[in-house]
């Protein structure tokens, strides 16, 4: 079993849509978690962190439920530049320091 | 404030081959990490280095030397490419290795070898 799990889609839907992503993490020692974004053929960049409180950026909401080792993505109101992959990251503490990336969930928004 | 950078930005080699990619940042990040990103896979950790000085392996070192040159820049090295070395490599770098915040990523280098 993979260590960070993402659907890999692709996700296509229309303008204006609201679409959910969602991750599950296996280790119970994950301390600390975040949304990548990386469009075609270029660097991965922090959409945003995820607390476990919930956190919103704009039309973007994360969540993290702990108990049940998901965390998710929210994007509200799509735009056609929100096309991308987005990548679950989380980063472990078990002795040593260790950074886990999801292999992505590409979004296909059209007009 | 550039960030991150690697060079080159595009590679091809031939079985056999040797090169070196460089990173550089400017942040002042203690760590920095080698990754790279197949197809369908996520990114997959080469070797990193905590702080100046040290090295470490990450998941898939097989292949690969690096050296901390100093505390900006960092090197990758293969040695004697291999086709199964055809990927998307990026640098990245961070504060500190140990702790929650997040890494910064070169624009990457995408490296064929036939």
């Known amino acids: 079993r993979k260590e960070v799990e993402q659907d890999p889609g692709p996700f296509n839907v229309p303008e204006g849509a609201t679409v959910a992503f969602n991750c599950t993490y296996s280790?119970?020692?994950?301390?600390?978690f975040f949304w990548y974004r990386q469009d075609c053929r270029k660097e991965p960049k922090l959409l945003m962190s995820?607390?476990?409180s919930g956190n919103e950026d704009g039309r973007f909401t994360a969540q993290l439920n702990r108990a049940s080792q998901y965390i998710s993505l929210l994007i509200r109101d799509s735009k056609l530049s929100d096309s991308a992959t987005y990548l679950c990251?989380?980063?472990?503490?078990?002795?040593?320091?260790?950074?886990?990336f999801g292999a992505g969930t590409r979004l296909f928004v059209k007009a | 404030n550039a960030g991150v950078t690697q060079t080159p930005k595009f590679q091809v080699l031939k079985t056999g081959q040797s090169m070196t990619l460089q990173c550089a940042q400017d942040?002042?990040?203690?760590?920095m990490y080698w990754y790279r990103q197949d197809p369908g896979m996520g990114l997959r950790l080469i070797y990193y280095?905590?702080?100046?000085?040290?090295?470490d392996k990450g998941e898939v070192p097989n292949g690969y030397n690096v050296s901390r040159l100093n505390k900006r820049e960092f090197s990758l090295r293969l040695e004697s490419a291999a086709p199964s070395q055809t990927s998307v490599y990026f640098c990245?770098?961070?504060?500190?290795?140990?702790?929650?915040?997040?890494?910064?990523f070169g624009p990457g280098t995408r490296l064929t070898v036939l």
């Open positions: 995820v607390y476990s």
């Open positions: 990251v989380v980063n472990l503490n078990t002795g040593g320091f260790k950074t886990i």
């Open positions: 990245a770098s961070k504060w500190t290795s140990v702790g929650p915040d997040t890494q910064y």
């Open positions: 280095s905590a702080s100046e000085g040290t090295t």
């Open positions: 942040m002042n990040h203690n760590s």
């Open positions: 280790n119970s020692a994950s301390q600390s």
